[in-house]
């Protein structure tokens, strides 16, 4: 069984710059969800998507944004970005269909931005 | 507005010296607790997801045990592999169900 895989696991972009994330999620997951989680704290969700729409979204500003595609890989665009924006950004993946089904992480995408 | 505080922030333990990490919420209908193990430069890891007021699961070294406030995870004679965050989160009824709401953690290192 394959986890969820993000890609790239580092990288720096500078303010103002605009950033894409990826994410693979687990074999027969369909709903994929987003969080931010800043040094020292507890991941802050973002939104999730399911059926390749967004059905769930946090405090965050609509310059972040995602995409899920059919075989249920998602992106996370950040525009314009901010140096609060630095962070691990974390996708995980679930099933809908099975309630409670717990979220399996993946091992995130370390955001840096001078 | 949904919310998690963890305790103690840090704690340092002897191997073989038992304890247990606090989780203190407050929710709308709650969903589920669950808990979580983040190793450093990974993503959190599953451990348990308890329901509701009474519950309590077991797997191996750790046990969960849930009231209508707050949560407990209890630790048994720690090994230095057991080193880690530990994070609680919760869901509340009537929302995604890939939102949880996380606390910031307790970051627990055991001492040969």
């Known amino acids: 069984e394959t986890g969820v895989t993000q890609s790239p696991t580092h990288l720096i972009k500078t303010r103002g710059q605009q950033v894409t994330l990826r994410c693979s999620s687990q074999?027969?997951?369909?709903?994929v969800s987003w969080y931010q989680q800043a040094l020292g704290q507890g991941p802050q969700f973002i939104f999730q998507?399911?059926?390749?729409?967004?059905?769930g979204r946090g405090n965050f500003p609509p310059r972040f944004s995602g995409l899920q595609f059919p075989n249920y890989s998602s992106e996370l665009n950040v525009n314009a970005l901010e140096l609060d924006d630095s962070a691990l950004y974390l996708c995980?993946?679930?099933?809908?269909?099975?309630?409670?089904?717990?979220?399996?992480f993946g091992n995130g995408t370390r955001l840096t931005v001078t | 507005e949904d919310q998690v505080t963890q305790s103690p922030e840090a704690l340092r333990l002897q191997e073989g010296e038992s304890s247990s990490l606090n989780c203190s919420y407050t929710?709308?209908?709650?969903?589920?607790l669950f808990w979580y193990r983040q190793d450093p430069g990974k993503g959190p890891e599953f451990l348990f997801t308890l329901y509701s007021a009474g519950e309590e699961k077991e797997k191996e070294r750790l046990k969960a045990t849930l009231t209508k406030k707050e949560s407990f995870l209890h630790i048994t004679a720690p090994k230095p592999e057991d080193s880690a965050t530990y994070l609680c989160a919760v869901g509340a009824g009537g929302t995604s169900y890939g939102k949880l709401t996380f606390g910031q953690g307790t970051i627990l290192t055991v001492h040969p």
């Open positions: 998507y399911y059926r390749e729409e967004e059905n």
């Open positions: 929710v709308s209908g709650l969903r589920g």
């Open positions: 995980a993946s679930s099933l809908t269909d099975i309630p409670n089904s717990p979220l399996h």
């Open positions: 074999s027969g997951h369909n709903t």
